[in-house]
């Protein structure tokens, strides 16, 4: 059987038609895979996960590229977003450890650390900012946008999205549970 026709057997769930272009692919596709991570254990693990949304979505192949540019279409893919998972994973830990040890600082000198300190230090800086500048500080959205270098607009947006989240997080709007209605 030629590619074409075992591509359209594993579309119909030939299993060894998967086998065989899995065996046929993979050397390929790990080899590819370990000069672009540069760690074999990622490498091998990004292969898999390839060949798993391979069989989820074989239906979706249409045949127009080789099928080795498919796989490592979505291997490519299944890298960006694991390194942006990671990237998000660093900032978040780094902005926990930040946190920490202001908190710490904060308390070894007799100042509180409030709640919504704690729920401010959990914002990206790009909601934190703008927020404190109007609320702490009193600027207005166009002051702030001039300080910041954005538009009066991104400033009411960040600012109202910011609020949310320390909203959230304080649970300042949550409504309460079993209320009574008065008759």
């Not at 538009?151 to 709007?173: I, M």
């Amino acid at each position: 059987m030629d590619e074409k026709e075992l591509i359209n057997s594993a579309k119909k769930g030939d299993h060894r038609s998967f086998a065989v272009l899995f065996r046929n692919h993979y050397p390929l596709l790990v080899k590819y895979l370990m000069k672009i991570t540069m760690n074999p254990d990622i490498a091998e693990e990004i292969a898999q996960a390839t060949m798993a949304k391979c069989v989820e979505k074989i239906h979706l192949f249409n045949g127009k590229s080789k099928f080795s540019s498919w796989l490592i279409s979505i291997a490519t893919n299944l890298f960006i977003d694991q390194q942006r998972k990671k990237k998000r994973e660093r900032e978040w830990n780094e902005g926990e450890a930040a946190s920490r040890k202001l908190q710490w600082h904060m308390e070894s000198n007799n100042e509180e650390w409030t709640d919504a300190l704690a729920a401010l230090s959990r914002l990206t800086d790009e909601m934190r900012i703008p927020l404190i500048l109007k609320h702490y500080y009193g600027y207005s959205y166009d002051e702030i946008g001039e300080i910041l270098n954005i538009a009066a607009g991104t400033v009411k947006s960040r600012v109202h999205h910011g609020l949310l989240a320390v909203r959230r997080e304080l649970k300042v709007d949550e409504k309460p549970k079993g209320h009574l209605v008065k008759r």
